[in-house]
């Protein structure tokens, strides 16, 4: 998944992000879901540090400035649209455990599809269901409040945890979907990619 919003948006300063209070909040039972805070920015550094939590990203791990400005951009299109890709905070300690949501897919995915769903969680926070727990909050609200008609999901081939994940929030591999994602060089065992989809029940 991609994190940059595909839309050139300039930097404006975290007090005016900080002024945003009414931007979206998403809760579950063990989450808050909600835009970025000064405070989760050491955190999400370190977690975009990790290689393990890397592997399937090109490029690999980020500097923490590459991390602040991901926050900004993402801080950035919240102003500008009715979703997102949230911090994730764990009610239980307040802990950041990575962030996830909806974004736009880039021009080099197929279809032309509104909406992608995505995640970055720390490793610490790994296989306790908490990507499907966010999952299924994003996608109640793709069908109920944005009425979308689908959400995709894609990643590099050899993403199986990705892939596993997508899988069992009920997304199916879209056939004669797989793409080479184009920001990835020719030769790069992450450039082939798959995609997956899931349709909205409600409608
Ligand atoms: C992919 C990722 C978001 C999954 O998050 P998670 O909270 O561990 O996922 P869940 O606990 O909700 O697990 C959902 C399902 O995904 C699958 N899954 C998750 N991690 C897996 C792994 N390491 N290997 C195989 N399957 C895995 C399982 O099917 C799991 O269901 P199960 O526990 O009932 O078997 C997490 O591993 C991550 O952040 N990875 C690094 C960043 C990344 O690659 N993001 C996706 C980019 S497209």
Known sequence: MHWI???NVGFRGLERIEDQTTMLTLETSRLVLR?????????FAVINTDEQVRRYYY??????METDEM?????????REPFGFLAIERKSDGALIGGGGLSRPGPEVPGNFPLEIGWILGRDYWRQGYAT???HRWLEFAWRNLEAECVIGYTSSINVPSRCAM????????EDGDFDDTTVPVGNALRPHVLYRIDNPMR
């Open 35 to 43: 835009p970025w805070q000064d405070r989760d920015r050491a955190p």
């Open 5 to 7: 919003p595909h839309v």
């Open 133 to 135: 727990e966010v999952s």
């Open 59 to 64: 490029p690999s791990v980020l500097t923490a």
């Open 71 to 79: 926050i900004d951009e993402i801080n950035e299109q919240l102003a």
């Open 167 to 174: 899988e069992k929030i009920g997304m199916r591999r879209v």
